[in-house]
């Protein structure tokens, strides 16, 4: 084993589990948005009911957890896969703050939050996959994926 091959486990293993963490943050964003309420020790997450949004954070809780499929697994297809739930969750995002923003749905205080979160964390994403750097260090050994 190369100090390449351990740099790239590496960095597929860190990139997965962001990706996963980014899944489970949409899927709870989902269940929120169906009107479940979800304690957290002296506090309840509520979020108003907003059907299209559980929606759209469906499919990008989806996408990602593929893509965190894909990393963890090494296959060739990690990358694409990746950048593709990346850009579909930034749309997503986007999407959900223009529609706040043109009063399609009611604003609260924690939805924006994650939606500027989600924002930076997610542009930041795809500018480091995009670069030659990114890509090689995602570059998976298994050739037969």
């Known amino acids: 084993m190369t100090n390449t091959t351990i740099r790239r486990g590496t960095a597929a293993h860190a990139a997965g589990t962001l990706v996963v963490l980014y899944a489970i943050t949409f899927l709870l964003g989902a269940v929120l948005h169906l009107g479940v309420a979800i304690p957290l020790g002296v506090t309840v997450l509520t ?3 907003i059907i299209p949004a559980a929606i759209v954070e469906s499919f990008c ?10 990393l963890f697994a090494r296959k060739r297809w990690a990358w694409l896969a990746t950048i593709a739930a990346h850009g579909f969750a930034l749309a997503g995002v986007l999407l959900g703050m223009a529609a706040l923003a043109a009063g399609r749905g009611p604003s609260t205080v924690l939805n924006n939050a994650y939606h500027l979160t989600m924002l930076v964390l997610l542009a930041g994403g795809l500018v ?7 890509r ?5 050994t298994d050739a037969a994926s």
Request: hydrophobic fraction near 50%; avoid cysteine.
């Open 47 to 49: 979020e108003p009911v």
């Open 61 to 70: 809780a989806l996408g990602l957890a593929i893509s965190g499929y894909a």
């Open 128 to 134: 480091t996959l995009a670069t030659g750097v990114g």
């Open 136 to 140: 090689r260090a995602l570059a998976s």
